[in-house]
Nanobody
Framework: QVQLVESGGSLVQPGGSLRLSCTASRSIFSFNAMGWYRQAPGKQREWVAGLASGGGTNYAGSVKGRFTVSRDNAKKTLYLQMNNLQPEDTATYYC?????????WGQGTQVTVSS
């Protein structure tokens, strides 16, 4: 079992930055893959960024160049640095990890981009 706790969501103006955190209840070396997803009101949940166990990263086209996913193994934490935020980035952001071919989700953190 894995518990994931996200934090860092907030209200931010367009062009601003936020860093989301996702802290796991066990070592992230246990995970096959980690990633961030988001869900805007009335829309389906969509993948945002991924971080493989070997360290490789990839991003959705809509956030590439603005968002960066990283991890701190000692803190058992996955991060999502979000720069140049736009209103269309408004959503609830979730982290997901895969361990032993099972997915685990956090509870989500709200990001609102508005002036």
């Amino acid at each position: 079992q894995v518990q994931l706790v996200e934090s860092g969501g907030s209200l931010v103006q367009p062009g601003g930055s936020l860093r989301l955190s996702c802290t796991a209840s066990r070592s992230i070396f246990s995970f096959n893959a980690m990633g961030w997803y988001r869900q805007a009101p009335g829309k389906q949940r969509e993948w945002v960024a991924g971080l493989a166990s070997g360290g490789g990263t990839n991003y959705a086209g809509s956030v590439k160049g603005r968002f960066t996913v990283s991890r701190d193994n000692a803190k058992k934490t996955l991060y999502l640095q979000m720069n140049n935020l736009q209103p269309e980035d408004t959503a609830t952001y979730y982290c997901k990890v895969n361990m032993n071919w099972r997915d685990y989700w956090g509870q989500g953190t709200q990001v609102t981009v508005s002036s």
